[in-house]
């Protein structure tokens, strides 16, 4: 019975399906969950993590110079090039990369606060919010786009 | 110098961020709000840190720089969680018809 309803809409039905489904039986608007993304991300925001404990102990000293943490920007740097590298080479993945894009930004400015100088505590813990909102929302995406697997 | 409404800052940025998320407001207000709250807390700190004269200009708009950017990160995911149930309601209406389509083809498209 439920096939002589559908009968004369199948026409409709089928255009319908080559025009959203060329190849695959279901429809894909955004990237599959990407592990090597999402690890990609957690190593840098423990990175990160690790940033704001050290500075926190060394600030009001020498040892929160900038120069003592260059190697920490460069390698952070090289992270962020690798994740947009992989961002990049996925189908439907615009979202992550301006994500990736967004997040780089904040670590320039992060970079660029520094080598002016952090002289206090306040001008440190008030960089931890934004960062941790950032990491959380993009691993929520990926946890996100795993799809069925999450359940 | 005035000092800066936070309640006005806070309640005119909600109304905006409601008014262009319409559509996915009730399952975004959690986040948009929290990030609206945090982005009002930063500018009472650069406010509290010049006047204590512990930040210049340049550093104030890096912070705001900061905080900008993390916002569009969490409004990108609420961006991509509407695309995933959009998709998934898309996908729930092709199951939906799967079985009755296939079998009246007679060819396994769905």
Known sequence: ?151 | MANIDFDALISGMIKAVQGKLTKHWKESKPYAEKEIRSFAENIRLIEHLKNTGKINETQAKLYVDIQKNSMRIVLLTIEGLGILAVEAAINAAIDVVRSSVNTALGWAIL
């Open chain 1, 1 to 151: 019975m439920n096939n002589t309803l559908f009968l004369p809409k199948i026409p409709w039905l089928l255009g319908l399906v080559l025009i959203i489904l060329p190849a695959c039986s279901s429809v894909k608007l955004i990237s599959d969950y990407d592990e090597i993304t999402d690890k990609s991300v957690t190593a840098l925001q423990e990175k990160l993590s690790e940033f704001f404990v050290k500075m926190e102990t060394d600030i009001g000293t020498e040892a929160a110079a900038y120069t003592h943490y260059s190697s920490f920007y460069q390698q952070a740097k090289v992270n962020l090039a690798t994740l947009k590298i992989r961002a990049d080479a996925i189908d439907k993945n615009k979202i992550v990369q301006d994500q990736i894009a967004a997040l780089s930004i904040m670590l320039n400015d992060l970079e660029e606060l520094h080598r002016i100088g952090f002289t206090n505590l306040t001008q440190v813990k008030q960089l931890e919010p934004p960062f941790n909102s950032a990491f959380t929302a993009i691993i929520k995406l990926q946890l996100a786009l795993k799809r069925g697997e999450k359940k």
